[in-house]
Nanobody
């Protein structure tokens, strides 16, 4: 069984910063990628940022230059440093891990429960 536990969501003023973290635990054999999606009310879930096992990263255009994704490989934890936050960043942020639980098993996505980020004055 695999669990992803997120933390760090909060209410912050425009221009402020937050750091989200997500720790994966359980029967993990290897992780190919970890990352973050967000979903605002009435909108579809969108990819925010992802980091692959080799360290390559990908960001949504809307967050480039403001958000930074990083990973602690030893702790199976992914972080999202969010700077210069804007009201349009308000959403539920969910982390995912693309991993496999055994050497002969395929990779699949596991999800956290989500954490609320609200940017408002």
């Amino acid at each position: 069984q695999v669990q992803l536990v997120e933390s760090g969501g909060d209410l912050v003023q425009p221009g402020g910063s937050l750091t989200l973290s997500c720790a994966a635990s359980g029967s993990i054999f290897s992780i190919a990628a970890m990352g973050w999606y967000h979903q605002a009310p009435g909108n579809q879930r969108e990819l925010v940022a992802t980091i692959r096992s080799g360290g390559s990263t990908k960001y949504a255009d809307s967050v480039k230059g403001r958000f930074t994704i990083s990973r602690d490989y030893a702790k199976n934890t992914v972080y999202l440093q969010m700077n210069n936050l804007k009201p349009e960043d308000t959403a539920v942020y969910s982390c995912y891990a693309n991993l496999r639980t055994g050497p002969t098993l395929g990779f699949r996505n596991y999800w956290g429960q989500g954490t609320q980020v609200t940017v408002s004055s």
